[in-house]
């Protein structure tokens, strides 16, 4: 070692005080080397240009500073498995302990990238502190400014680019890729995100996916077995678990509502803790925030209100035909779950009662403010009943249980004319009574008429008796 120092100092000497080129011309298969008594530290190989640094396990020979500051060295333990490389200030470290495959097989790229590593194995670091505090995590791949930088005992996690991960713990089996994505992550675990800012606030959510930019961005424990894709999708969850969302700002206020499932741009985008609702189009079921079990297919296709329940909505207030191979919906009817079974009150009387109508549509929606002046009323004539007509009916027989109206939202009541069946069957059946019963009469008096018409023949017949008997009276008599 002191050869070569004392070499640097010539060097440096005579350049400062003569300057001058230097030329040193190595022979044919020639060698220059630097070394003591024991260690050739440097060596400069004629023949094909190699360049040799000392490289033994366990110590720090052979390693490139800048300055003072370690900058390119592969150390690694005595009784390592060995393979490190490390390149750029201060990364890596000459403080790593184990045997056989701990602090081994890394590698690390980048101003103090991977730093504190002591036992942690087979991970890649490319960007300034990347992986900066990992000790013994193992499996890490993190690329880009400050990714995967407050790991300590992570494992098997991916991250790229800017502060990907940043403030990643102890979790572990986690994609990353995007600037600040999955930046508060402390202890969750199994995710992957995707996108600027994907589950940039989550700590502990596990097995999550968010694809797109800010998809979970500002929840700060997002529950698990979400998924979201689309720009801004579920942005705003927390909580809630096992929900879907694929569009844009799908889902994205909702809070603590799981089992959701929403497909299209802004599809349930203001639910917050309703939960099981699927909403399929574009705008689909945006009008729910609290309610559950609903169903909306169709572009704009919505609820009645905020909070109601166990619903299905077909498309928006523009359909005009509702097409299926069938005609009748098929529904629960056994008698092993019903209770209570009487012959129905209602009938002839209440039908008698409704009033068919006819009319044009002329929604309110299709108005700028709501209110309806006429301009926009539709040229197709259409049957069917006025929602307040018939709830005045079933009201005024106290039947209400009857579900003809649809009062969920009171600023647009809708009918529901198929619970008026068996209502109708049993006035066909009143009819079909009355009908036997005008027939028997009927009969009654085709039966008097055929008595009376046999009475009025008698009578015609002794008519012309009496008269018979009469003529020969006279007869004798004269």
Not at 60 to 79: A, R, V, W
Request: aromatic share 8%; with cysteine.
């Amino acid at each position: 070692m002191k050869t070569f120092t004392t070499f640097l100092l010539l060097l440096l000497f005579s350049l400062s005080a003569y300057p001058q080129d230097i030329t040193n011309t190595l022979g044919s298969n020639g060698v220059f080397s630097i070394k003591d008594n024991t260690t050739t530290f440097f060596s400069l190989y004629q023949d094909d240009g190699r360049i040799s640094l000392a490289d033994l396990q366990g110590s720090t020979l052979g390693f490139i500073y800048k300055n003072s500051s370690l900058f390119l060295h592969n150390y690694s333990p005595i009784g390592t498995d060995g393979r490190n490389t490390f390149l750029g200030i201060n990364a890596g470290n000459t403080n790593m302990n184990g045997t056989g495959g701990e602090s081994s097989s890394n590698t690390a790229v980048g101003y103090f990238s991977m730093h504190s590593l002591t036992t942690g194995l087979t991970n890649t670091a490319v960007g300034d502190n990347t992986l900066l505090l990992n000790t013994a995590g193992t499996g890490n791949t993190a690329i880009g400014s400050s990714a995967l930088s407050s790991c300590t005992e992570c494992y098997s996690n991916t991250a790229v680019g800017y502060r990907s991960l940043n403030s990643n713990l102890g979790g572990g089996n986690n994609t990353s890729v995007g600037f600040h994505s999955m930046y508060s992550n402390l202890n969750g675990t199994e995710n992957t995100a995707m996108g600027l800012g994907a589950l940039f606030a989550n700590t502990d959510g596990s097995s999550n996916v968010a694809i797109g930019i800010m998809t979970m961005e500002n929840g700060s424990s997002v529950g698990y077995g979400n998924t979201a894709v689309g720009p801004y999708s579920m942005r705003n969850h927390n909580k809630g678990n096992n929900n879907s969302a694929f569009g844009l700002n799908s889902l994205s206020i909702n809070n603590t509502g799981s089992q959701n499932t929403a497909i299209g741009s802004d599809a349930l985008t203001n639910n917050t803790s309703g939960n099981e609702n699927v909403a399929v189009g574009s705008s689909a079921g945006t009008t729910i925030e609290t309610g559950n079990n609903n169903i909306c297919i169709g572009s704009g296709a919505d609820a009645t209100s905020n909070s109601v329940s166990n619903e299905i909505t077909l498309g928006n207030g523009f359909i005009s035909a509702l097409r299926c191979n069938i005609t009748t919906i098929t529904s629960l009817s056994d008698a092993r779950d019903k209770k209570n079974i009487n012959d129905l009150s209602l009938g002839l009387d209440f039908i008698s009662r409704l009033k068919p109508r006819q009319f044009n549509w002329d929604k309110r929606e299709w108005y700028k403010q709501n209110e309806s002046d006429g301009s926009k009323m539709g040229n197709k004539l259409t049957a069917g009943f006025i929602a307040q007509e018939l709830d005045e009916v079933q009201q005024y027989y106290n039947a209400e249980w009857l579900n003809l109206v649809y009062k969920s939202n009171p600023d647009k009541l809708e009918a529901t004319p198929g619970n008026l069946l068996p209502i109708m069957v049993k006035a066909i059946q009143e009819l079909k009574q009355e009908n036997e019963k005008l027939k028997e009469e009927l009969q009654s008096l085709k039966d008097l008429k055929e008595q009376m018409n046999g009475l009025s023949e008698l009578i015609s017949e002794l008519n012309i008796k009496s008269t018979a008997n009469s003529e020969i009276v006279n007869t004798d008599t004269k």
